[in-house]
């Protein structure tokens, strides 16, 4: 944000975070006009303070950002009351202090070389030691002991004397760490702790790790108030996952949603039903279903019931239901990569290259030019539109599978609207995809940053433009509030862009699956002339090269002796097994590939070496989920007796080079089932009270057939009794993981040590510490 002093920021970050963390922190930083950032201020809030700021807007005052404050790692402490006799018979009172060791210490300026200064504080004493200094490490091993007298006698006659309780409760010991630098500034300050010698109890000894604390007065000496704040809202989950055995039940009701009729009583769907935002269970269920290759069905079904539910084609999926937040979901999951090869070199060059765009009349600049403005425009607007357009062979097939499931329930829902099969698709691919990347690159790992305010208000139109483009709208310069975007858009009003649009959205949703195609109409994807070597059916008959018209469909690949006229041959698609490339020395000929059969090849020659890639992509594309693709090929052809890549004779033999497969089609996605599922418990067991005032809806509704209630009409239950039937077996399954987990945190908390490795003393558990040493020892007597 610049020129700014309240920035309104608006944005999204979900983010994995390590379990063992101690604090979240957010920092505010000022750019200036050399693009060098400099820090304002930052909002650290402790691990123990989340659930308290859950889900809530809350502003949050700035804090200084200093060396001092910057601290991580822990210390392991082992302090030991002893009693020593002097030569003169005096008995004397030492602190044996022992610093073992240190974990996870920051750090700095790419080096950490630690030692550990150690102090023993009083009201009248401040005695100071110190460790080596260890190189290289920021898990120092100290295992050094240092002395501290602690009492004096109470009178030098007396042989023997009681320890002064009130002088040991009134020192502490001070352990601070330091980075020894080289630097003319001074040793950097690590982080340190400071122990009462009440802790050493009756026992006289303490033995414990203790997280590293910040320097105390250690910040800038600028008043917080001058920092302004900050407003977050952060939801903070942390799930403990079962053994998979554990969610069975409430996994085997999830998975079967789309096998529920109607689905409005399936468990997934109630799942969207109880939570107070959509995408809260969007994002659990679409991760659990790509991760059992269940997605594709239950989409399928949700969408189809609120296909039934919309009666105006224009609304189809314009509110922000679980279908729409689902489809989504899958698609930031699924398309993340095709994005990548996609929009990201065009995007780059944009950031890069700085182009003046802007078109508003009020907004230019003294020294640009309108026309010039337009024309740059123009040409990223065309740039973006080619390549989101030639790219539907690249889309991933579970993203192809979706939009043929919304296309053909919208065709079969609204029969009087032809263009319905298109903006159902387009209404994702291009406004809920390529049009929110286009206009925030950074926020879908396009770019690293948010663009600077120029680019930001280029892709903002660009953005704007092509998602008009892709909705294929009556009147699309009606769309445009602005005029000059009206004036802009008229660039583009011809057919070819239409065309080229409805042609990228019927390869997108064409379907990969064979039992689907008796309902499915053939799109012709692809057709052109090309040169085919005849396939020699006569085992000895003259093998020729002739020009054939050739055609696409996702039904078949057929060529023809000109256009227009029957097929001399047809490929099913499901009888490709493959198809690569044909290295030259096998006819002596460039841009050939092969279309791999059952019992033979066809060889074939495109025009150039971009529509031999074309063609090849394409081809694969929609036989990629053929059962029967080989996963190996001949790369040269079979001639003279034997084939010229392994000289083997056998023209059955398999083949000698692995397939390309060509296209990243199917995405592994790095899925936990397990944990999902517990996401998903987790909310169901938040929103118990709804999921039973959902049970009284279904109540309702089977005994009275009149108006609905005010306080059930907010959930959608076409079937009382099926919905009753899932609802009650949720609560039970929700019910035996509730009382699983209570016995979890019974057990660990009575198995939690504090000063342990795995619990360190922070500056809030020192007094449970404390508590738990004394209750230790009262059982102990």
Not at 712 to 735: G, H, M, N, R
Request: charged share 25%; net charge neutral.
């Amino acid at each position: 944000m610049t020129s700014l002093h309240s920035p309104f920021y608006g944005e999204d970050f979900y983010c994995e975070i390590p379990r063992s963390f101690r604090h979240l922190s957010f920092y505010i930083f000022d750019r200036d006009v050399f693009r060098r950032d400099s820090s304002i201020g930052k909002v650290a809030v402790k691990k123990e303070d989340l659930q308290k700021y859950h889900g809530k807007d809350t502003w949050f005052q700035l804090q200084p950002v200093s060396a001092d404050s910057e601290v991580q790692g822990k210390v392991h402490l082992e302090l030991r009351l002893s009693e020593v006799i002097t030569d003169s018979g005096v008995i004397n009172h030492k602190l044996a202090t022992r610093v073992l060791e240190c974990q996870g210490l920051p750090i700095v300026n790419g080096q950490c070389d630690p030692y550990a200064a150690v102090s023993l504080l009083g009201p009248s004493r401040s005695d100071a030691k110190k460790t080596k200094v260890k190189r290289k490490t920021n898990n120092p091993q100290f295992e050094e002991v240092f002395y501290f007298e602690v009492t004096r006698p109470l009178s030098y006659t007396k042989r023997q004397f009681d320890v002064e309780e009130e002088d040991v409760d009134k020192l502490t010991l001070r352990v601070d760490l330091w980075n020894a630098s080289n630097l003319k500034f001074g040793d950097e300050f690590l982080g340190g702790v400071r122990v009462p010698l009440r802790v050493l109890g009756q026992a006289g000894v303490h033995d414990a790790w203790y997280f590293l604390q910040p320097r105390e007065n250690g910040g800038k000496s600028v008043k917080v108030e001058e920092l302004g704040s900050l407003r977050l809202n952060i939801v903070y989950t942390e799930d403990h996952v079962f053994p998979s055995e554990h969610y069975t039940p409430l996994r085997d009701l999830l998975l079967h949603s789309a096998d529920v009729g109607p689905v409005s009583a399936s468990t997934a769907h109630i799942l969207g039903e109880v939570c107070r935002e959509k995408q809260e269970a969007a994002i659990p269920l679409v991760r659990l279903f790509l991760h059992y290759g269940k997605i594709v069905p239950f989409i399928s079904a949700i969408a189809h019931a609120e296909i039934n539910r919309t009666q105006d084609p224009n609304t189809i999926f314009r509110g922000n239901s679980l279908t729409s937040k689902c489809i989504d979901e899958t698609m930031k999951l699924a398309g993340m990569h095709y994005l990548q090869v996609t929009l990201k070199p065009i995007i780059d060059e944009i950031c890069t290259e700085h182009k003046p765009c802007e078109i508003d009349p009020i907004k230019l600049k003294e020294s640009e030019n309108l026309d010039t403005n337009r024309e740059n425009l123009r040409h990223y607007v065309d740039h973006i539109f080619s390549v989101i357009t030639t790219s539907g062979v690249r889309c991933p097939t579970v993203m192809c599978d979706i939009f043929f499931s919304l296309r053909e329930s919208a065709a079969t829902r609204f029969q009087v609207d032809p263009d319905v099969r298109f903006t159902a698709v387009s209404s994702f691919i291009f406004l809920r995809f390529f049009a929110p990347a286009i206009l925030s690159p950074n926020l879908f790992h396009l770019r690293p940053h948010h663009p600077d305010p120029a680019t930001s208000r280029t892709l903002t139109l660009i953005s704007k433009t092509i998602q008009t483009l892709g909705s294929l709208a009556k009147s699309r310069s009606a769309n445009f509030k602005e005029s000059y975007m009206a004036a802009f858009y008229d660039y583009f009003n011809e057919k070819k862009y239409a065309d080229a649009v409805k042609n990228f959205l019927d390869l997108i949703s064409t379907s990969g699956k064979w039992d689907q195609k008796s309902i499915e109409t053939p799109i012709m994807l692809k057709e052109g002339f090309m040169i085919k070597r005849a396939q020699g059916r006569n085992r000895f008959g003259m093998k020729n090269f002739k020009k054939r018209w050739f055609r696409l469909t996702n039904h078949e690949f057929t060529y023809h002796k000109t256009k227009g006229e029957g097929p001399l041959c047809s490929i099913p698609i499901e009888n490709i097994l493959a198809v690569e490339r044909l290295e030259e020395e096998s006819f002596r000929m460039k841009n050939m590939f092969q279309v791999i059969q059952p019992e033979r090849a066809l060889y074939i020659q495109a025009n150039n070496c971009v529509e031999a890639r074309d063609w090849i992509d394409i081809l694969t594309k929609v036989s990629q989920c053929n059962r029967k693709r080989l996963s190996t090929y001949h790369p040269s052809a079979y001639l003279n007796g034997h084939w010229l890549c392994c000289k083997m004779s056998a023209d059955t033999e398999p083949g000698c080079t692995p397939c390309t497969g060509g296209l990243p089609a199917n995405i592994q996605l790095d899925i936990d089932g397990d944990r999902e599922t517990e996401r998903i418990y987790s909310l169901f067991s938040a929103y118990m009270t709804k999921l039973i005032k959902m049970q009284e809806a279904c109540g309702s509704k089977s005994v009275y057939d009149g108006p609905e209630q005010e306080e059930y009409s907010s959930f959608v239950i076409d079937d009382p009794q099926e919905t009753y039937k899932t609802l009650k077996l949720i609560v039970s399954a929700v019910q035996t993981l509730e009382q699983q987990h209570t016995k979890y945190k019974r057990d660990k908390f009575k198995k939690t040590k504090i000063g342990s490795q795995e619990h360190p003393i922070g500056d809030k558990s020192f007094q449970c510490y404390i508590r738990q040493q004394s209750e230790n020892s009262t059982y102990s007597i």
